[in-house]
T-cell receptor, first 113, second 115 residues
Framework: DAKTTQPNSMESNEEEPVHLPCNHS???????IHWYRQLPSQGPEYVIH???SNVNNRMASLAIAEDRKSSTLILHRATLRDAAVYYC??????????????FGGGTRLMVKP | GAVVSQHPSRVICKSGTSVKIECRSL??????MFWYRQFPKQSLMLMAT?????????EQGVEKDKFLINHASLTLSTLTVTSAHPEDSSFYIC???????????FGPGTRLTVT
């Protein structure tokens, strides 16, 4: 599986936007970019995913570089409840690709009041 | 969104005993479920893929005789930690998906403490 690189931790102020970067220079043409987050003592939850175009949903936006070698998860207004570990994961989109997710270290986001 | 439950949420057992953890998809069917383990301050590590009606597929280094997985129906997978030891103490998390092109839904996790 292609790997991703994320900063270990980031800090943000409450109600300010947060940009969480992810590098995936070895991404293949059929890999989808998925983001999950894990709040303390809970299972991960899905945030967003995309292939080539930028994506928006009620939780966040995903900006994907034109060469697809990096992406940025954008939280438009961070709240204290957004403090979590955010994982950027590449998931194969081919017909024979497995459905499992391979988690890297993620970015621990701390939100200051 | 879809819901995956786990039971129990916490369990404490004595060394040498076995513990069963259940993972259920509550509002969808899943032919495949996944089991992860997470040690403190670490990321999730995939242990095995649970396949409905067939044998589980274990990741390298995971003992299949120690971590027994049964996926008897499209909504239930169980993980049994046999002859548990203190080093098996961890946070066990399952996930499931309605299909290949859907996102994964994770259970809330089971914290196992072996004394």
């Amino acid at each position: 599986d292609a790997k991703t690189t994320q900063p270990n931790s980031m800090e943000s102020n409450e109600e300010e936007p947060v940009h969480l970067p992810c590098n995936h220079s070895t991404i293949s043409g059929t890999d989808y970019i998925h983001w999950y987050r894990q709040l303390p003592s809970q299972g991960p939850e899905y945030v967003i995913h995309g292939l080539t175009s930028n994506v928006n949903n009620r939780m966040a936006s995903l900006a994907i570089a034109e060469d697809r070698k990096s992406s940025t998860l954008i939280l438009h207004r961070a709240t204290l409840r957004d403090a979590a570990v955010y994982y950027c994961i590449l998931r194969g989109g081919g017909r024979n690709a497995g459905n499992m997710l391979t988690f890297g270290g993620g970015t621990r986001l701390m939100v200051k009041p | 969104g879809a819901v995956v439950s786990q039971h129990p949420s916490r369990v404490i057992c004595k060394s040498g005993t076995s513990v069963k953890i259940e993972c259920r998809s509550l509002d969808f069917q899943a032919t495949t479920m996944f089991w992860y383990r997470q040690f403190p301050k670490q990321s999730l590590m995939l242990m095995a893929t649970s396949n409905e009606g067939s044998k589980a597929t274990y990741e390298q280094g995971v003992e299949k005789d120690k971590f027994l997985i049964n996926h008897a129906s499209l909504t239930l997978s169980t993980l049994t930690v046999t002859s548990a030891h203190p080093e098996d103490s961890s946070f066990y998390i399952c996930s499931a998906s309605p299909g290949h092109f859907y996102e994964q839904y994770f259970g809330p996790g089971t914290r196992l403490t072996v004394t």
